[in-house]
């Protein structure tokens, strides 16, 4: 299992990195006509996204909780009309990669990344 660090410390590393793969500032806001604050949203808010620092239960068995939790979020992204949309995770992998097994066939919006510790970004999606 890596080593954790908090989630909010996690939150910050993939903004900074997320902004430097797009090329722009992303910060927290909301965006117009929708409820949630999301934690990456760049200034013409073409670009939106949230940070998901989850881990498997106990470390290595099966997340149902954190697979509905993922499914909110993409349904919310899905309701944003940016251009790019995306989830980054943090801590492991496997909770991404699972969901993705199950479900990814119905999520054709919005792309999936991981950030490992050592700052290298992966994406997800194209790994299936």
């Known amino acids: 299992m890596p080593q954790q660090i908090k989630w909010n410390i996690f939150q910050k590393k993939a903004t900074i990195r997320m902004s430097k793969k797009f090329n722009c500032n992303l910060s927290e806001k909301k965006c117009k006509n929708h409820p949630k604050k999301f934690d ?20 290595k068995e099966y997340p ?23 989830l980054i995770f943090g801590n492991q992998k496997e909770v991404a990669t699972l969901w993705l ?21 992966l994406k997800l999606n194209n790994n299936l």
Not at 101 to 116: A, E, P, R, S
């Open 40 to 59: 990456m949203v760049s200034a013409d808010k073409n670009i939106v996204g949230d940070a998901k620092y989850l881990s498997l239960v106990r470390g």
């Open 64 to 86: 149902p909780a954190k697979m509905m939790e993922i499914c909110g979020h993409v349904w919310l992204l899905e309701k944003i009309t940016a251009e790019n949309k995306f």
């Open 101 to 121: 097994k199950k479900y990814g066939h119905l999520n054709k919006k919005i792309d999936f990344y991981f950030l490992n510790s050592k700052n290298r970004l």
